[in-house]
């Protein structure tokens, strides 16, 4: 699926990705469930986010953390106190460290803690892409806060683009666990 343009796109592709992302880990066994992930025998994943999620709750927390980003940073400007996307001390160049502070805030958060925190941000989200119109969402200069871009593409990177980071990086796990039998 191309990258959402529109608002109906964007609600479709979010509603499927978060649905193929469910499904997929309904799906995985207990073991594929408690394995610990490893991808350090496959050269081509060299990204940091390949070392530092070490299980399926580490991916849905991460997902999490980024849809309060998303709200809080929509809410703030909405409110009118100007707001980066990326919290002060980070920004584009080093949220990576911020992605190891979430990492490590959720060391002691559960799977099914994880599932329900996800459940209810990935709600909150859609809930407010709908109060957006198609303009709003996918015309540049709509919000003076978005910048250059358009609002749209914070909510497709933050739900559709990133469910799909999500299965992608899970079913390299059940791949992987596979293989290790």
């Avoid at 070392?51 to 703030?76: A, F, G, M, P, S």
């Amino acid at each position: 699926m191309s990258r959402p343009t529109t608002k109906s796109d964007l609600l479709s592709a979010s509603a499927q990705n978060y649905a193929q992302m469910n499904q997929l880990i309904d799906g995985l066994s207990d073991k594929e469930l408690s394995t610990p992930f490893d991808f350090d025998s496959d050269a081509s994943k060299k990204e940091a986010h390949w070392k530092r999620d070490k299980n399926v709750r580490d991916v849905l927390v991460h997902l999490y953390e980024w849809h309060q980003l998303l709200l809080h940073w929509v809410k703030t400007n909405q409110e009118g106190t100007q707001a980066p996307f990326i919290p002060r001390p980070y920004n584009w160049k080093t949220y990576g460290k911020m992605n190891e502070v979430f990492w490590q805030k959720h060391q002691n958060t559960s799977l099914d803690e994880a599932k329900e925190m996800l459940d209810n941000s990935h709600r909150e989200v859609m809930e407010l892409a709908e109060t957006f119109s198609n303009e709003e969402l996918f015309t540049k200069g709509a919000f003076p806060w978005v910048g250059g871009s358009v609002l749209g593409s914070y909510f497709v990177s933050n739900t559709s683009s990133h469910y799909a980071w999500a299965i992608k990086k899970l079913k390299a796990h059940k791949k992987n666990c596979k293989t290790s039998a």
